[in-house]
């Protein structure tokens, strides 16, 4: 019991230090802002990065889903609802999450393993005592470079989920692509796209943040910085996944 309740304890610790660390860090984002030239650096490693593994993964998730909701509507002679199925998994769902995850096991290693060699090799403490804050320098682009960045990479993972599903769906599975496509229009408007977007910035928010918190405050040595980077992807995991449910009861329940 006393276990179970010192991890409780040092959860609910960590939950408030990462919560002083985004205020801090919001902070440095708006007083001043850092150079836009920095975020952009940023935005081009997170989108130019990921953009290659979003678009594979996302298709071949597209295929598969609407692989199985072929076989699905099939024992009910519903074949042709297919693209209803691959426009509400796909935009609603899928999209952000296979950006948020491709972006957090790509960039948000990165992230975290670049900030937690600098904190091993003592160069954000020597950052802090020439008066250079190193959350307007490290955090606050990150975060806003995963702010520009993430939305787009859904707008991405939208298109090739749903045109690898077209593929599969009318090709390999003889669906009538008319009627599929009219059933994307019909059931995954503007406004799904763009709430799509918005679980993106809020993953984008979720990601960059957990992953500079962790490489922040990483353990001394080799050691340190692979556990920050491991701890990173799994908190980063377990948050956007909690948070895709909460979001889709807001925005769709």
């Known amino acids: 019991m006393r276990g179970r309740a ?27 802002p850092p150079p836009l030239r920095w975020i952009l650096e940023e935005a081009y490693r997170i989108g130019v ?26 024992e009910f002679g519903g074949e042709g609802l297919v693209g209803i199925f691959v426009a509400l998994a796909c935009v609603r769902e899928m999209g952000p999450i296979v950006a948020g995850s491709m972006v957090a096991a790509k960039a948000g290693t990165a992230m975290a393993a670049s900030i ?30 995963a702010l520009v960045a993430l939305p787009l990479l859904v707008l991405f993972a939208d298109f090739f989920t749903v045109l ?34 918005a679980k993106g910035a809020v993953f984008a928010v979720m990601i960059s943040t957990l992953c500079c918190f962790h490489g922040f405050f990483s353990e001394p040595g080799p050691e340190g910085v692979g556990k920050a980077t491991n701890r990173a992807v799994v908190s980063v995991c377990v948050a956007c996944i909690i948070l895709n449910y909460l979001l889709s009861e807001m925005m769709y329940g």
């Open 116 to 145: 937690a060699a600098m904190r091993v090799k003592g160069q954000i403490d020597a950052m802090e005592v020439m008066a250079v804050d190193p959350y307007r320098a490290l955090v606050a682009p990150r975060v806003a470079a």
């Open 164 to 197: 690898a599903g077209y593929l599969v769906a009318v090709h390999q599975l003889g669906v009538n692509g008319g009627a599929f496509m009219e059933n994307v229009r019909a059931h995954a408007g503007t406004t799904d796209v763009l709430y799509g977007m």
């Open 49 to 74: 990065g990921s953009v290659f593994i979003v678009c594979a993964v996302a298709a071949f998730i597209g295929g598969t889903i609407a692989l199985q909701g072929y076989h699905a509507f099939k």
């Open 6 to 32: 010192g991890a409780a304890g040092r959860g609910l610790a960590r939950i408030g230090r990462w919560g002083i660390f985004c205020a801090r860090a919001a902070r440095a984002a708006v007083a001043p």
